[in-house]
DNA sequence: AATATGTTCAACCGCTTGTTG
DNA sequence: CCAACAAGCGGTTGAACATAT
């Protein structure tokens, strides 16, 4: 209830989108909800269950439409429903679950427990594309796509690696292979996997599966786990943890998380002087920060070297 | 300090799909 | 089988807020 008034203080200072004139002659109201509207529709959800909206519109006495009623309840008033950032997880998550499914947003919801298909597609359309953007290329390029798949998505994994490495007071062997295999490690928890031509979670709450036919049928060009046939995961680990390269990877569509250098930026970049930074209210969060344009630009140089 | 510009996200819209009688 | 209705989905909008000038 506090993230409610918490809201409608906010909503307070919000001019109220009234009605229009023939919306009012149908008493129907719109735009953002009021604390006592959200109280009702809690209270009537609460004893009666979801479903039938538009009839719980009517009996709640709600001047709603049934869909406006259903919206708010699954994108806000759910209990369930988890706000906040966008973490590195489920960012990597989403963009490689976006080469899946494309912009089928509540199927990528699914995925990522407690946020919305409205959320998820607002980060994609809010982030993702207007990288794109500034990037002068169309975000559902090859040039994109392999550049998130080569450059940024290692990068994200860089990042959770590097987070994880941070927080925890175990020691942490400095060569290679011992980072490697704690990047798989975590990994292994973050992303889902294919078993037996089902794409599973290996995150516990993560317990859907589609069919196999459904894979197939809805599986984009850019699919990276194409026709795998086999029990495999995103970034392979063998019983002592070896980290599959390109070459002995038994899974060699897998290659997002090869090193980036083969593949080049520079066919989707901008002119040199274009600035790379983009704006963002929360540096920790946002997967294109300052850190990571200077990372992508020594990824350029080195392309161009 | 005032204004312009950019960003975010809740909410709406229209279309599609599923269900029911 | 078909029509009507309900639910779900993805695209779009616009107001509030943040940041730059």
């Avoid at 009517?58 to 009623?69: E, I, M, Y």
């Avoid at 994880?164 to 973050?190: C, E, F, G, P, Q």
């Avoid at 680990?237 to 593949?263: A, F, R």
Wanted: with cysteine.
């Amino acid at each position: 209830m506090d993230v409610i008034k918490e809201r409608e203080n906010n909503k307070k200072k919000k001019s109220m989108v009234s009605s229009s004139c023939s919306e009012d002659e149908m008493d129907l109201r719109r735009g953002p909800w009021t604390i006592d509207e959200d109280l009702t529709l809690i209270n009537y959800v609460a004893t009666h269950g979801e479903g039938r909206w538009n009839t719980l519109a009517l009996d709640a006495g709600l001047k709603r439409t049934g869909k406006s009623c259903r919206l708010r309840w699954l994108n806000y008033l759910r209990p369930d429903v988890r706000r906040g950032n966008i973490t590195l997880e489920e960012q990597l998550l989403i963009l490689e679950l976006h080469t899946h499914w494309g912009n089928r947003w509540s199927k990528i919801a699914q995925y990522l427990p407690g946020r919305t298909d409205n959320e998820i597609k607002n980060y994609w359309r809010t982030r993702v594309q207007k990288l794109a953007k500034h990037l002068k290329c169309d975000v559902n390029s090859k040039q994109f796509k392999d550049s998130m798949r080569n450059l940024w998505m290692p990068r994200l994994v860089e990042r959770i690696q590097a987070a994880a490495t941070a927080t925890t007071t175990t020691s942490v062997a400095a060569n290679n292979t011992h980072t490697i295999n704690n990047r798989d490690k975590l990994l292994m928890k973050s992303s889902p996997t294919i078993i037996n031509d089902e794409f599973v979670s290996s995150q516990p709450h993560m317990t859907q599966s589609y069919s196999t036919q459904e894979y197939n049928n809805t599986s984009s060009s850019s699919n990276s786990f194409g026709n795998n046939k086999v029990s495999t995961t995103l970034f392979d680990l063998d019983d002592n943890s070896n980290y599959y390269t390109k070459d002995n990877n038994p899974n060699p569509n897998l290659d997002y998380y090869q090193p980036s250098h083969q593949h080049s930026f520079s066919d989707c970049i901008m002119e040199p002087n274009t600035p790379w930074i983009m704006q963002s209210g929360d540096s920790s969060d946002i997967f294109w920060n300052a850190e990571n344009m200077l990372f992508l630009q020594q990824q350029l140089m080195n392309d161009t070297m």
